[in-house]
């Protein structure tokens, strides 16, 4: 005949039973379309996007892109997707060589897609691209952006996050000249960018 258990047997057996292990859910942010001042607009967005994934999607951080063209519609779009975090991106591509082309006639105000306000730019790319799909850090639309660098160009990449409140974690803006064609300034500015998020973001959720 089989035995049953005393109830009080039962309880403290269960109560001394490990729970189970689950791990912390990835942190979100949300990636607003990138602004681009001057040359190839969709190849330089896109090669934000790709990057900034590359470095932030794994297991402790989601980036999720965003495809409000407005900087307010943007932290709706955030908001409406319970977003902790906004990051909200801005490339400046100043072409050195050749004078007169689109290149060469960057716009300090105006930027060609989206809308700058109170320093800071967002944009359309057009589409969405789900978190974690770059191959890599620098991916395809990185390495392609790279070939369109020329010696001596300066590129510039400011970067705010914000969180949920609305309040700046970061605003900072970083800014580098090319040595030779075909440099790839971004990924090393993209990392740069993702390690200082990284940081804000530890230092937020304390």
């Known amino acids: 005949m089989r035995r049953l258990l005393a109830p009080a047997l039962v309880a403290t057996l269960t109560a001394a039973a490990p729970a189970p ?19 190839s607009v969709g190849d330089a967005a896109g090669a934000v996007r790709e990057t900034f994934t590359g470095f932030l999607a794994g297991p402790r951080f989601t980036l999720t892109p965003l495809e409000a063209r407005l900087e307010s519609q943007a932290r709706e779009e955030a908001k409406a997707g319970n977003c902790p975090y906004l990051l909200l991106t801005h490339v400046k591509h100043t072409h050195k060589q050749g004078g007169g082309g689109i290149l060469g006639r960057a716009a300090a105000g105006a930027a060609q897609q989206g809308a700058w306000s109170a320093g800071t730019a967002i944009g359309s790319v057009g589409g969405r ?57 971004l990924t090393p500015m993209v990392q740069k960018a ?13």
């Open 194 to 206: 993702a390690e200082a998020i990284v940081s804000a973001v530890s230092t937020n959720q304390h």
């Open 129 to 185: 691209v789900a978190a974690g799909a770059a191959a890599g850090a620098a991916g395809a639309a990185a390495s392609n952006y790279a070939s369109s660098i020329k010696s001596k160009d300066e590129l510039t990449l400011s970067y705010r996050l914000e969180s949920a409140g609305g309040t700046a974690l970061l605003d900072k803006s970083d800014k580098h000249k090319a040595e030779s064609d075909g440099e790839d300034l």
């Open 21 to 39: 292990w689950h791990a912390a859910a990835p942190i979100q942010i949300c990636l607003a379309p990138t602004t681009v001042d001057a040359g």
